[in-house]
Structure formats: C-alpha cells, structure tokens
C-alpha cells in the first residue's frame, strides 16, 4: 500500500467510526446475502461476534502505518481462520462484504480512491493471512 493508500483508508474509517455497529451490521447482513452458507458458521447471538470486528478493523486500521507492528496479529488471525475451514472464496466474500459495507455506511462521500485504497487494503491483509495459514 502506498502511504497515500494507507491515509485515505484511516481517514474514511475514522469517517465511520462513529457508525461502527451499523458498519459491522451491514457487513454481516451482506456476507450472509452473498453466501447464506456460511451463515451456520457464526453463533446465533451476533453481538460479540460483531464486536470482535470492529476491534480487529480498528486494530489493523491504525497499525497501517506500522505493518510490522500487525503483520503477526494478522497472521495469527490467518492461522485461526485456517482452523474454521476458511478457504479462497470466503476471503473473497468478506472483501466484497466490507467494500459494500464502508460504502453504505460513509453514503455519497465514499470516493472512488478510498475504494480503491480499500481494496489494496484488505488484498494485503488477507493475502498476509492466507499465507500464514498455509504455511502453518
């Protein structure tokens, strides 16, 4: 990611964070309309499930900066998600899933560069895990 990149996504998640439950809420409820399968996999009560994310976002979001302060965090994540059965498609559902949910959640101000940056984003986080995972 480039240091632009890294700025325009902390910049726009700081613009919703504030909306960070009906960020996480979009995101699940888009998940679960693109692959209703996976919907067994998470436990009935969403709430912590929801929170969870909201922690790893914020966490990875302002550790950009410093990737080799995260790039363990998000490894280990990798290994954790390899352990649920998390294959290539999954990771691909949940791009598309967060891509839509920044996007509902910022409105119109969402630009076509923060996309983007987004997109670049979340192609580093989940290739560092898918990584991780097959290596482990």
Known sequence: MTPVQ???VQSSFDRVAPQASQ???TFYDE???IAPQLRHIFPA???E??????H???YA???LKFPHSIIPVVQALGVQHRDYDVDPAQYE???AALLHALEVTSGPSFTAAEREAWTACYGLLSTVMQDAAAAA
Request: hydrophobic residues 50%; charged residues 20%.
């Open 6 to 8: 890294v700025e325009l």
């Open 23 to 25: 960020l996480v809420k």
């Open 31 to 33: 998940v679960f309309r």
């Open 45 to 47: 009560d969403m709430g």
């Open 49 to 54: 499930q929801r929170t969870k994310l909201i």
């Open 56 to 58: 790893t976002l914020t």
């Open 61 to 63: 979001v302002n550790g």
């Open 93 to 95: 559902v949940v791009g």
